[in-house]
């Protein structure tokens, strides 16, 4: 079969590989949909996770079951299925303990394009297909559902970790994709002011329709300045931070009140550290929390979050902003993802008709 690779750091094509075999309690699938990644762009270019050799990359998909192992229970050939970008073990420790994002060792869960083929090729297999895939609910289209495998549940997990409460005041730092889908979700949490921080225009109305109700352009001048005379000097309750560079945590930790969390899901792609500033984390007794996390997987999720769309809580089709038809057009769509030209949000590939 084709897929799309990572062949070196740097380097991509399409390769040929056999057709990946089903365990007993897996799944092959074939894409409908698929959709590059912003952590493609730092794995292939930056090298964020370490070198990779012809790995097919992608991990956001919307497919249909070709085979099912013997031990499937819930799902059969010609079943249409929403793929989570994150695929635990559900068995393990780490999944036990409450972080299946981790199963098997830290960011483990995370298989797809990072320890095993990801989508980007004629046929993919999921491990685990009962635990890990949801069925795709009549009435959505598979390209706005292929939004949910990583884009939705990344951008709510910024939400979730940062632990918004109603009334809330809300820095949302980026708004990509996954940064929209911060502000939308820190939005039905019951955030109230909502700063987004951005600079694309067609970001910027979006941004708005998902809930924010302030805009901070960090091109023009110091973030943590506009904040605070936005405040009146007194910061906001919580930070959710989806883009920006490793200085950015030193400006949203000197952003956030006293007792406030961060939610970090921007993938730091380079760099030894992240500096802390002292004095404005209290020397040390601020109580200001950090949380970074990789977004949750599994099919309770992906059927969770699918149930906003179905009941017209959540429109995911804002996001799609390049749609191209035809599988051989992943390159195309990688390459917009990594050249982010000022009208992309997301990219989207139809396989098929
Ligand atoms: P985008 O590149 O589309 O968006 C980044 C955003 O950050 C843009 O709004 C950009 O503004 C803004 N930005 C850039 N530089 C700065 C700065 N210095 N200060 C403030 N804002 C800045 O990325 P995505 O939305 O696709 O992804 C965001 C991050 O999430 C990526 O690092 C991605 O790898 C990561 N990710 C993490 C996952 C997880 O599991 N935790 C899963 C999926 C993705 P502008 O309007 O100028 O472009
Ligand atoms: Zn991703």
Redesign the pocket.
């Known amino acids: 079969m084709k897929g799309f690779a990572m062949l070196e750091i740097g380097k991509v094509g399409w390769i040929e590989k056999d057709k990946p075999v089903a365990g007993p309690l897996d799944a092959i699938v074939r894409p409908l949909a698929i959709a590059p ?3 493609d ?2 794995t292939v270019w930056s090298g964020a996770i370490g070198e990779r050799h012809n790995m097919i990359l992608g991990h956001e998909a919307v497919g249909e079951i070709v085979e099912v192992g013997s031990h499937v229970k819930d799902f059969k050939p010609g079943d249409k299925v929403i793929v989570p ?2 695929t635990p073990d559900w068995g393990s420790l780490e999944a036990q303990s409450g972080y299946s ?1 981790h199963s098997g060792g830290m960011l483990s869960g ?1 298989k797809f394009s990072n320890f095993k083929d990801g989508v980007f090729a004629e046929y993919f297999h999921v491990n685990e297909a009962d635990a890990n895939l949801a069925l795709l609910p009549e009435g959505i289209k598979p390209q706005d559902a292929v939004m949910l495998s ?2 939705v549940v ?1 951008g709510f ?2 939400a979730e970790m940062a632990d918004i409460r109603l009334g809330d005041s809300v820095v949302v ?8 889908m911060a502000v939308a979700g820190a939005n039905l949490m019951g955030a109230s002011h909502i700063y987004a ?4 225009p067609n ?2 109305k979006i941004a708005k329709e998902y809930g924010a109700t302030e805009i901070i352009n ?2 023009k001048g110091d ?1 943590v300045e506009q904040v605070m005379s936005l405040t009146n000097g007194k910061g906001v309750d919580k930070v959710i931070i ?4 490793n ?2 945590f030193a ?1 949203a930790i000197t952003m956030l009140k006293p007792g406030g969390k961060i939610g ?6 380079e760099g030894e550290f992240i500096k802390i500033p002292r004095v404005e984390w209290g020397v040390g007794m601020g109580h200001k929390q950090i949380v ?4 949750p997987g599994g099919r309770l999720k992906m059927e969770k979050l699918a149930s906003l769309m179905v009941t017209g809580k959540l429109d995911t089709s804002k996001l799609v902003t390049h749609v191209f038809k035809g599988f051989e057009h992943i390159e195309e769509a990688l390459m917009l ?1 990594k050249d ?1 030209p000022a009208d ?3 990219p989207v590939v139809i396989c098929e008709d």
């Not at 730092?173 to 929209?180: E, N, S």
């Open positions: 990644c912003t952590s762009i730092h970008a994150i994002q995370w990583d884009m990344t997990h910024g730092i980026g708004i990509g994709p996954v940064g929209l921080v951005g600079s694309r970001c910027v960090y091109k973030i989806a883009g920006g560079n200085d950015t400006q970090n899901i921007n993938y730091l792609g970074g996390g990789l977004t993802m982010k992309l949000i997301k």
